[in-house]
C-alpha cells in the first residue's frame, strides 16, 4: 500500500444507534436508526455521513479537476443522496446519485469534468464496482 496522505480515526459505540467520534474530537455524532428503519430518527445515520463526505470530497475533486483542465469549477453544488439497499441472501448494498451543478460550465465542458472527476475521487473509486452511483450533470443524467 502506498503511503497515507491522511488517515482519519473514529470510535464508534452502539453500531447505528450508538454514538461516534473522530480522535481529535472535531466531529462527535449521536448515531440513531432512521424512522423508515424503525428508529426515532433522531440522530445521524451512517447513509447521511457517507453522503456528506462523498459529495465533499467529489465536490473539491472537481474543483482539482477542473484547475488542470483550465476550467473555473469553484461555482460548484452537490446534492448527494444515498440509499440504502436490501439485497438477497440477508445482505445491503447502497446506492448513491450526486446531482452536480456546474453553473458556470457549459454543456459538454461540464460532463467532461464530473465525468474526470468521477475518475480521481477517492469515494468513487472506492465505491466503483461495488455501488451503482448514478451522476447527473446540470439536470442530466449521465
Do not use: W
Not at 39 to 65: D, K, R, W
Not at 96 to 108: D, F, H, I, N, T
Request: net charge negative; proline share 4%.
Amino acid at each position: 500500500m502506498s503511503q497515507a496522505l491522511y488517515t482519519a480515526d473514529a470510535h464508534v459505540v452502539g453500531g447505528r444507534s450508538g454514538r461516534g467520534r473522530t480522535s481529535d474530537g472535531r466531529l462527535e455524532v449521536e448515531l440513531e436508526q432512521p424512522k423508515e428503519l424503525g428508529g426515532s430518527g433522531e440522530g445521524t445515520n451512517p447513509e447521511q455521513l457517507f453522503a456528506v463526505g462523498y459529495a465533499a470530497c467529489f465536490a473539491s475533486t472537481i474543483s482539482l479537476v477542473g484547475q488542470g483542465l483550465g476550467v473555473d469549477a469553484d461555482d460548484v453544488q452537490i446534492d448527494s443522496s444515498v440509499s440504502l439497499i436490501a439485497l438477497d441472501g440477508d445482505r445491503f448494498g447502497l446506492g448513491v446519485e450526486l446531482q452536480v451543478a456546474l453553473p458556470s460550465v457549459p454543456g459538454e465542458r461540464a460532463v467532461e469534468l464530473v465525468r474526470a472527476a468521477h475518475r480521481a475521487c477517492p469515494y468513487s473509486n472506492a465505491t466503483r464496482g461495488n455501488v451503482d452511483v448514478t451522476l447527473v450533470v446540470n439536470g442530466a443524467r449521465l
